[in-house]
């Protein structure tokens, strides 16, 4: 059983940034893919970011390169989602995400993970 727990979202105004943190859980953690999801009101949950196991792989969605940087802290067993110059449309709850066997690869479809965390609110005012 893997547990992933969000912390970091909050109220704050455009322009500004914010880090989101995952703490896991699992003795495998470092052979996890780990990705990064967003769902607005009335809206699909989607990809935001993906990292792979080892940290050197990467992928973003086009609405957030550039702005937002994923990565990864195997012995803290940790992702963060750094994200900045944030825009209203950004608002949305935030979800982590492990994929425990296909660590090799980056995922962007949510089927794709097995375990998520609780998510955590990040509402970007105008």
């Known amino acids: 059983q893997v547990q992933l727990v969000e912390s970091g979202g909050g109220l704050l105004q455009a322009g500004g940034s914010l880090r989101l943190s995952c703490a896991a859980s699992?003795?495998?953690?470092?052979?996890?893919?780990l990705g990064w999801f967003r769902q607005a009101p009335g809206k699909e949950r989607e990809f935001v970011a993906g990292?792979?196991?080892?940290?050197?792989?990467?992928s973003y969605a086009d609405s957030v390169k550039g702005r937002f940087t994923i990565s990864r802290d195997n012995a803290k067993k940790m992702v963060y989602l750094q994200m900045n110059s944030l825009k209203p449309e950004d608002t949305a709850v935030y979800y982590c995400?492990?994929?425990?066997?296909?660590?090799?690869?980056?995922?962007?479809?949510?089927?794709?993970?097995?375990?998520w965390g609780q998510g955590t609110q990040v509402t970007v005012s105008s």
């Open positions: 990292i792979s196991r080892s940290g050197t792989r990467t």
């Open positions: 699992g003795r495998t953690f470092s052979s996890y893919a």
């Open positions: 995400a492990a994929n425990i066997l296909g660590g090799y690869s980056i995922y962007n479809r949510p089927t794709e993970y097995d375990y």
